[in-house]
Every structure is written in C-alpha cells, then in structure tokens.
C-alpha cells in the first residue's frame, strides 16, 4: 500500500469497531473497582477477607498476559479479523461464566477466561492497523487504538458505578456478554476491509453448530445460576436434583447439557463448514511452537502471581514467591532453548533483529515501570495525606492523570507525522520524568493546591504521547508476517516492567520508610507520656509514609528519563517513513 492510497470506509469501521471492543477489554480490567465488595460476598467471602479476592484481579490479568505470544503468532498465520472474532467470542463466554459464577473459583474462571479474550484482542488490532495503513500514516491510528486503550481505565469504574445504580454486579457481566456478541457480528459485516486475510472467504454460516453451541451455554448458566424460580418448582426442580452426590454438575440438567456439548463436538467433526474451523488446527499446531507457548505461557503466569499478588504499600512480592520465582526462571529457560532449536519457534528467528524492533521491547517495559508508580502510588499519596477518610476520594485524584493519557495518545499519533519518533518518545517521557520529580518534591497538603494538577496532566501527557510511536517503530521494523506476535511481545514488555517495576519501587520506598521511622522518637515520648497516640505521632508516621512515596516517585522518574535516553539512541536508526 502507498502513502497516497486512500484508507476504504470499511477499513476504518472495522478499526473502530477493534478499537471499542478494547476499550470495553481494557474497562473491565478496572470494573471491579466498586464490584469487588458484591462480588467477594456472593463468593461466599467476608469483607475483610482482600487478600483471598485478589486472584478475582490476578486472574484477569493472568489471562490478559499470558497467552498474548500465542494469540499474536496465531494472528500473523490465520489472520486478523478471526483471532478478533474469537476472542470477542471468548470475552463474551468468559463474561457469562462470571455473570453466572457461584462460588469464589467460577469467578475466578470467568475473569481468567474473559482475560484470555480481552488481551487477545490488542495484538491482532494493533497488527491490523500495519495491514490498513501505509508506515507514514500509522502513527494517528496507532495512537487512537492507544488512546481507547487507556480511555478504559476511566470508564471501568464509571461504568461499573452506573451499572450498579440500576442493578447488581452480575448485570455488568450480562452487558459485557451482550456488547461482545454484538460487536462479533458487527465486524463479521465488515470482513471484507481486510482482503489479504487468510480466514475471510465467502461461505455459509453453520446454523446448526451455531444453534447447538448456544443451547450448551444456556445448560451451563443455568446449572450454575440454579434460578429460585425453577429450583422451587415441583416438576421444574426435579432437574435440579442431583442424580447422585450432592454437585450441580450432577443433575439431570447437567447431563443433557453435557449431550448438547456432545452434539456439539460431533456437529463439528462432520459439518462440511464446521463453526470452528478444527480442520485448521493441525496446520496451525505445526506452524506454531505449542511447547514453547507453553513454556512462555508459564513463566509469565508465574511472574504476574509473584508480583501482581503483593500488597504494593506493605511487599514487594507474594508470600508465594519462592515458588513460583523459580517456575519461572526454569519455564523461561526452557522457553529460550526451543526458540534456538524448534524448527518453526513462536517468534521467528530474526523477527526482533533490528535494534528500534528489540529496542521497543526495552523502552516499553521502562515506560511500564516508571507508569505504575503513578496507578498506584498517586491514590496511596492522597489516601495519605488529604483523603485520609475517603479511599473513593482519594482514587478520583488519579483521574486528572488518566484523562490526560488518551488525550496524550491521540496528540503523539498526530505529531508522529511531524516529529521523529525516538525525539517524541524522548520528550514525551522526559515530560513524565520532570512530573515524578515534582511529585518528589509533596508535602502533606500539597494536593489541597488545584495547581498540582498541572503535574497529574503533565504526566499523563507524557504517557499518553509515547504509546504511538514506541508502537509505530516496532511495526516499521518487524515484517509484515510477525506483527501480531511482534505487538504481543510489546505490550508483555510493558505489562512485565510494570509488575517488576512495582516490586522495585516498593522495596525502595519501603527502605526508605524504615530509615524515616526509626528516627521518630517513641510515642511516649513524642506525645508526653499520653494514653492515646497523640497528633504528633499521627504526623511522623504520616511524614515517613510521604519520605516513602517520595522515594518511589523518585525511582519512576529514573526509569522515564531512562526510557527517553534508550528512545534516542534505539531508535536513531528508525525508517524516516515511519516517524513524519
């Protein structure tokens, strides 16, 4: 495609159309924000039990990472449009098993399964974006897909807030099943923008398998939501009964639904045009490094459970680690040795070679690092200090800095036509830098000033500006045949330097809250011998938690200017059509 080629409608709706579906993915990594409570209660856990709720996030984000090689390898060899249509699909299942979950591990399943879908869909958009549009002209869209990306992080909790004005938790999931169905179809309308795509050829749609598959998810949300209204009933309630046992995966409803499922699988094997096209699959298995997959699936896996389990104001790491740390390193291990040695390896030999390709791998996990310590420590700095009594309050502070991210996102894909990219990215995360330095810098009422908002913007902005052209590099130098495992490995750079970048910035605030607090005289002492801990106290044990966060804020302004050094010398190298 030339640079002067006009971009079809067709191509731009389907675009949008990935772009929403992200959007609503990357919302519900953040919707159980208000949800949690509800949701830990229909588990059957008490409030005061978090830290058994965690893998209801963890497991979200398990599945979002995870597989996201293996996604982006398939999409480089089926194309596109069918890894986003599978994993809307996916999203959508996963969705309705949360929706219908009754206990704390079918949540879990169904954030698992719904984090497989929602991080499946970003490779093949961002892939997508590469096959649409001409190295010159990626940047605006590259940094529109960013942009509702991050937009998520604002809407999920707004979202969720408004769902539960109208009804309970599960309503959000139902919503959730029901948009990703609906935007499946809306993209199988628009097939056609992608003609290069090996999946999209005219063929009739499998009715019956179609039909049989969704009378099988009906007999599995019923048998899991067992509604009051049928369980009761005198002749309705017999197929609730299990057949022997005790377990809802007993009864008579149960069984039949295990016969749809074999209708299913059987409709399948003998269609000529099977719903899920199986005949593929030996292909696809022999292209594709299942072991090595497997091997990179895992030691990710065990990375996100060693870090993402933590609590980041009190540990730098789960009590879990020192398990799963050498999972890891082993499954990693093993994982470099079949790239060196399988013949068909997940990411093919010489995909990253050039040095602005690996180079964006680099530069995306320092940005990761330093943009945790914003998530995270922002809202901890406010709960701290001004919102003591309000942890809702406290978080809507981060709000000034995740609306300025989109827009930063937006803004760097328009000027990635103008400026080079290693010069944005650099400016862009020195702008971040000089924020963090601001921040180090707080004092106790320093929030209560509307002119820090200034330094939230600020920082946001940087973010915002570098996705695009970190995005468009990687891109303009990996072939056209990688670049859905090429944009997977990206956002796995950057999701694993936020995980160990958080780790990091714990364990040096934490130093520095133990060196603060030893230098704060005893409370009987401080509060002249007082019964009850007295103000004083109350003030330097606040003053060495900000000692603390100044520490971490400090440590993320390292890492962005670090990430602006590496965008400069990287990508120094860069193609001129990819950055004007």
């Known amino acids: 495609m030339t640079s002067r080629e006009a971009i079809s409608p067709a191509s731009k709706i389907l675009l949008g159309l990935a772009a929403v579906a992200i959007s609503f993915a990357a919302a519900d990594t953040y919707v159980v924000v208000l949800a949690l409570p509800d949701m830990m209660t229909s588990a059957g856990l008490d409030l005061d039990e978090l830290q058994r709720a965690a893998p209801i996030v963890s497991g979200f984000l398990l599945g979002y990472v995870g597989v996201l090689p293996l996604i982006g390898r398939i999409s480089d060899l089926r194309g596109r449009v069918p890894v986003l249509l599978g994993s809307l699909v996916v999203f959508a299942v996963g969705s309705l098993v949360t929706a219908a979950a009754y206990n704390l591990e079918s949540v879990v399943l169904g954030r698992l399964i719904q984090g497989i879908g929602g991080g499946g869909l970003i490779p093949p958009t961002l892939a997508l974006v590469a096959d649409l549009w001409p190295p010159q002209r990626r940047g605006l869209p590259l940094g529109i897909v960013g942009a509702v990306q991050e937009l998520g992080s604002v809407l999920g909790p707004l979202y969720g807030a408004v769902v539960l004005a109208f009804g309970d938790w599960r309503l959000i999931f139902w919503l959730n099943c029901a948009i990703g169905l609906v935007l499946a179809a809306a ?23 179609a039909g049989l598959a969704a009378l099988t998810l009906v007999g599995v949300t019923v048998v899991m939501l067992e509604p009051a209204r049928l369980t009761e009933g005198v002749t309705s309630g017999l197929a609730f009964l299990p057949v022997t046992g005790e377990s809802r995966w007993l009864t008579p409803l149960a069984l039949a639904t295990y016969g749809l499922l074999a209708l299913f699988l059987l409709r399948q094997a003998t269609a000529r045009r099977p719903l899920v096209g199986w005949r593929q699959w030996p292909a696809l298995a022999h292209d594709t490094d299942i072991t090595g997959a497997l091997l990179l699936t895992t030691g990710l896996g065990a990375v996100i459970l060693t870090f993402a389990s933590a609590e980041p104001e009190s540990a730098a790491i789960s009590d879990q680690a020192p398990w799963l740390i050498p999972v890891a390193l082993v499954a990693f291990a093993g994982f470099a040795v079949r790239q060196r040695h399988a013949p068909r390896p997940l990411v093919p030999r010489g995909a990253l070679g050039a040095r602005p390709a690996w180079g964006a791998l680099v530069v995306s996990f320092f940005v990761g690092a330093a943009l945790i310590a914003a998530l995270v420590d922002i809202p901890f700095f406010a709960r701290l200090t001004v919102h003591r009594d309000s942890q809702l309050d406290a978080a809507l502070v981060l709000v000034r800095f995740l609306i300025a991210l989109p827009i930063g996102a937006v803004l760097g894909g328009w000027l990635l036509r103008k400026v080079p990219a290693s010069v944005l990215t650099a400016a862009a995360m020195l702008m971040s830098a000089a924020a963090f330095w601001h921040m180090s810098t707080w004092d106790a009422h320093s929030l209560d000033d509307q002119a820090e908002t200034l330094s939230l913007v600020l920082a946001g902005l940087g973010f915002g500006l570098a996705i695009a052209p970190v995005n468009a590099v990687l891109l303009a130098h990996t072939a056209d045949a990688v670049h859905g495992v090429a944009s997977a490995l990206l956002i796995v750079a950057r999701m ?33 011998g007082e019964a009850t801990l007295c103000q004083a106290y109350k003030d330097a044990v606040r003053d060495a938690g900000i000692t603390q966060l100044h520490a971490v804020f400090i440590g993320a302004a390292v890492c962005a200017l670090t990430a602006a050094v590496l965008a400069l010398v990287v990508f120094r190298d860069e193609d001129e059509t990819a950055t004007r």
Do not use: W
Not at 187 to 209: C, K, L, S, Y
């Open 496 to 528: 694993v330097g936020m995980l160990l970048g958080i780790s990091a910035l714990t364990t040096i605030g934490l130093r520095a809250f133990y060196h603060a607090s030893d230098k704060i005289p005893p409370a009987a002492e401080l509060c002249n």
């Open 187 to 209: 993209m199988i309308a628009q097939r056609d923008a992608v003609p290069t795509d090996r999946m999209i050829r005219a063929h009739r749609f499998d009715i019956i398998g």
